[in-house]
């Protein structure tokens, strides 16, 4: 027995002593781990750079697609599949198409977030640029809660139809790096979070940021001010989106450009305020606009103007902005519609631009009643350029509010068709109480919960309020 | 292990004195085909010898006199021959009798060893021969039906598809359900995920290992065997054993050379509408709907199209009628060839092999090819040490086709509508270019060239020491390296653009380095007659990295492997895992009188894969069995002549997690605005870590009238706890991509039972193995998670507390209204609604069967056999999920003849609801309606395999020069299918996301290719 305690602890020893537990303390494959990604403020102004291009990937013409989807402007052709949810306003909470997105642009504030815990560890970054890092992280947090605030919940306003279950009516605000579920805030809380991210912004964003050279690719103060203007537009704030209007176009360095295209990058510069910079074909940040609108390399576009929209800017034939649209087989039975704004292989996005500040002001100006010569010189602005005889279209600042406020929606619409715009300033007007509720777009009313996206499933945890499947087409 | 140490001694002490006289004999099996390598041994002598390649031996040296010779063979019980031994020698012919109490046989049970009689954990066996009586993608398939808790589900009928193969049921979500392959003590790479799932199929680790290689596979199920794995063999384990050399004849060594030639048909084919059909259907949803005049047609006009122009669409299509389920689909070839030659010598054994297969599909351009090579060396140093080495290495080339979702035949079962032509006309009325008005698999099938190329080397080298008496060392090494090549070339016609601007080519490669290593050391203690102890004590270390580069070239004229790119567009390092594992582990038996065995595992595993705060886990079980049978009150019991009980209980992990998922962890890859990018892919969770089951496991095994009638019981459960859930599980707004946490408890219960029994024996023989294992199996806690969130993925299955794993979570449907002819639903209450609502969604069924098993009928007469296998499943669902759109809603996809009993007319006792071409009239704002009119009962009984073999008989045999013995079978699979599945085929394993979707989602159809019927000749012949 002796022999064998002997052998057993002489087995024991050669077999224990060969390794270590450290063997198995092996880093990812194709991963950095946090010591070697975030080592210096280089490294943390990469992840800001980050946040910037993972939101140019979804305001690629995606996001603005799938607001267009739900409006009036696409024609009823090779709608299919995740998309054609979108068209006949019944986005279920497996919609792989609506999921990625929403996941896409959550992903923004994830990387933003990340960025908030680094900044004031690193000494290689001087205070101002510390500020500005903070500054975009919130403009970029903002902006992508706003992408999602429009897209998911009823816009913010004083008609009482959109102002059922108040407390769960907004979107879950992701204010720190965080894998617990947050519930969905109030409408109120939703915009109030996105304002107070902005306010901020414009106080630690400089003038001129230090990156930008001729192009407004990261945010600056005036970015940060034309978006929170946006914002208060897009909620129903008036006064407050005229006030910040105001001092953004005081004596502005932007000038508004002779082309009729926002996305004639090369004449449209000096508007951009905001911009997703695309540098070549491999790194086509339009990538859906080019895929989905294009008319110049394909018999048809994959998706086209709806006969509807064609026919309202047709109405004005002095409307230069008719020229944008190409007729394909005119005059056939098969006679479809496109745009010619994006026919080009690559270009940037512009995101916040002047006419839509000239734009916002008129139609805030006269919503609110106030300063209407204002609002008339504004919008003659956008006039003057848009008419073949602008001088029989121009304001003279005499008119009512009601005509002044009716013009300034009918060049919103006429400026950016096929750009998102037109769903959400029928929902944010209806949201205003100055659309009753039979007046519909494409049989849809402005509450209906079609026009908002179902959540995906997978965020929907205990206690959160989905949004109820209800189709109006 | 024991046994090649014994041949080792016994061939040592082969004594070397000169007699005059010598013992020659020849050793057969009933069906009178000679045995090789079995040990003859003069009872108490050391003098013995070995069988050659015909069965014959000689033992020299002989005196004059009256002997016993003991023969003993690994699958044979041991025969004894009296012999006398005149001057002249002697010459005597034995026959041995099949193993029927195999108590003797070994089976491997992880890092060593073990007499069937002393198990105490629940094992099973299988012989590679029996894996090679059939055609199969892959060797795995092979186990179906075959073994008692082994389930089997055999991947669709592409090339090279993987099965789902699941030991006694599934205890997961989120963590990989699959078991443990262990190949020669390498636990080896078996990751399906490792290229994704492109073109609908999951790249299959286990394809390259060449069947004809396996000498056994076992398989570990309770916690009693499983535990030897510690936090890796819940899910069970498969250990293979490669074959190794054995004793040649005088002539030369063992060779033998095997050929089979076969076919391949799809079980069943889709049932698709033709052009007047498909236009008739169509119309008559438009008219349905309140339309007049012509439908639009997908491709040529549209809703708003006027009269006119639909019109005029409408009479251009009918001019169309493309079959495109027999454009996509064809006789698939097989051939197989495969030759090995083996010895053992002295001091040196060997085995080695190649061998050579090619493995058509029915699908149009798809197969699957594969030359493989094995060299395996053991070498006899000193009667002391031992080295062993294996080496296999082996080439497949898969050549892909889009399947299922992606294209091929799945868009025949889908958007490909019979009014598409494949290519226009020209004036003439010849072939023109590709139509591409609407999905056309064509193009892919002629212009796109894909191949996935796996290199695989596995090798290991092992020493064997054995310092003094009962004492033994092995220490082994291993390396298992799997390379593979995605190679992609889309043509410039694919492209749709000019020739002379070239097409695009892309590589992803996928290199995975799997290396480890073990050292155990064992002592038998044997203090007394009635007391036996064996203790061993190991050590494990094993780390395993894959590294992905991608890389895209454009402007070429063919894939990488054949042009090399002038330049690259994209070359960069994608995610790749990386885990290694340190464990210690230690296996106690104490037996006594050789019938009461006990066992003690225990197993520590430090983990790379575990976060920071759970780095170890620790898996200790207990195990024994008591063979009543050798006790007095049954020693000569006529009816028993086997009976032993066995229990076992411990815990046992699984740590089939990513590598990746404990860490906080970032990309730099890509640009913005020309400028670096660094971002966060997910956060960290320090608590991570294995999954947990403590299992127990009772068993029978009883042998009747001298083994005649064999039959074993084993009920077992397992309860699981720290379930994982995986990848998506979160909240998408947390902006991450992946998150995995322990959070789940699982209950797995069941009851199997096997039967053997020999029905006739004598000249015409006949016997019956069947098995059948059933399984209770439910989730009990999912965390604070809902349903939805821990998802099922696109399968709508979803983990519902108190129910099985892979529970359809579906919207129930009731009936078409006959007056209307509109589908009617049922809400949570149960009472009838016409609106489709995912809020009514309940758990209406079960993907995991009832039970499952397998019936083998053997017959043998001369030198014929007959095996005839039939699997079977009883209960459990298939949900048919792409059926909601081929008889559904009329939209872009074809559509299938079952629509034929549909609504028309109020009164109407029809399937299927009137036809629409809006999904609003089915209650719906999408296309997508899951409900339970696609559930099916999944109960089928399938003839898997009827052999008709027959063994040229020894007198033809002795003809033939040089030839050992032949034997020419011919081999059918899936002929026939029981089912009331109105589908294809009610065996599925689909193409899956990931591990989630692979645990929850098997039985789910989604435009999967049915499996292959094969009818096969095989030609085996040994020199």
Redesign the interface.
Known sequence: MKHTYKIISVLSLIIFFSSCTKWTEIKPEGFLLEDEAVKSGQDVKRIVNSTYDALANRLNGNAQIYNDLLGDELADYNITGDRREMYTRGVIPFNSTSNDNFRGIYRCVFRANTCLDYIQKFNDLTATEKSTLEGEIKFIRALSHFEIAKLYAHPMGTSPLVNANASQSGIPLRKTVTIDPVLRSSIAETYAYIAEDLISAISLLPENHPSNTTKKVYADKDAAKALLAKVYFQSNQYQKAIDVLNGLLANTKYKLSDSLNHFDNASFSGEYLFQFVSTGTGDNRASAYTGNYRTDNVAVPNLQLSALAYNFMKQDTTDKRLGLIKVINKGKPEEVYGSMKFNKDFFDVPYLLLTDMYLMRAEALAITNQNLPTAAEDLNKIINRAYINPTAKILSGAEIADVIKARARDERRREFLLEGDRIQTFKRIGANGEIQVPNTMRNASFNCNGLIFSYPQTEVTIGFAQNPLQTCN | MKRKLLLTIVSFYLVTQVFAQSIKGRVEDEKKIPIVGATVIIEGTKKGSFTDAQGTFEIKEVKAGKYKLKISSLGSNPGYKEVEVGTNGAFVNIQLKEDQKKLDEVVVVGYGVQRKREITGSVAQISGKSLNDMPVPSFESALQGKLAGVNVTTGSGLAGSGAVVRIRGIASIGAGGDPLYVVDGIPITQDYFLNGNGGGMNNNPLATINPNDIETIDVLKDAGASAIYGSRGANGVILITTKRGKKGSKKGPNVNFSATVGTSQPTALPNMLNTSQYLQLRQEAWENDGGTGRVWLPGY??????A??RE?AYNKASQNNTDWVKLTTRLGFKQNYDLSISDMYKKISYYAGISYSNNESYLVGNSYNRLSGRLNLDFRISKKIKVSTNSSIAQGNNFRVNSAWAGGLGSAMSTALPIYPVRYKDVNGGDSAYFRGGDNPLIAQEQKVWRVGETRVINNVAIDYNPIKN?Y?RGQGGYDYMQLLDDQYNSPQLLNIADSIGGNAYRTGTFTNNLNYF???T?N?N?NDNNKFS?M???E?Q?S????RTQRTEKTSGPFYDKTPDSL?QNQ??????????S?FSRVNYSFKDKYFAQLILRAD???RFGENY??AFMPAVSASWVLSEEKFLRNNKSISFLKLRASAGRSGNSNIN??AR??????D????????????Q??NPNLRWETSFIWDAGLELGLFNDRIFTTVDYFDRRVSDAIIEN??????????N?T?NVGRITNRGLEFGIKTRNLVGKFRWSTDFNITKIWNSIDDIG???Q??V?GG?NDTRPIIGSPIGTNYLVRFSHIDQQTGLPVYLDLNGNPTSKW??ANRVGAGSVLPDASGGLTNTFSYKGFDLSVLINFVIGGNIYESSAKRQLGVV??WNMRTDLFDRWQKPGDNAQFARLTLN??NYG?????INTTQFLHDASFARLRNITLGYNLQPKAIKKLKHVRSVRMAVIATNILTVTKYPGLDPEIARDFENATDRNMSPNITYLTPPQERTYSFQINVGF
């Open positions: 006009s549209s809703a708003q199209s006027s006119a122009a005029a004492l060392f050292i155990t050391g002592y203690y203090p203790f004590v190991g050590n270390f780390k990295t894959a590294s992905v567009y390092v994608s995610p790749g895992s990386a885990w290694a594992f340190l210690y430090w983990s790379s780095r170890v590598g990746n860490f906080l962890t970032y990309r730099t890509g640009l913005y605005n020309q400028q670096a990018i660094t971002y966060p892919t956060a960290a998506l599980a979160i909240s998408p707004s947390t902006g991450m991509d998150y946490a604070a998670y809902s939805d969130a998802g696109t609502d995912i939209t872009d999904e609003a719906s704002n999408t296309v997508w």
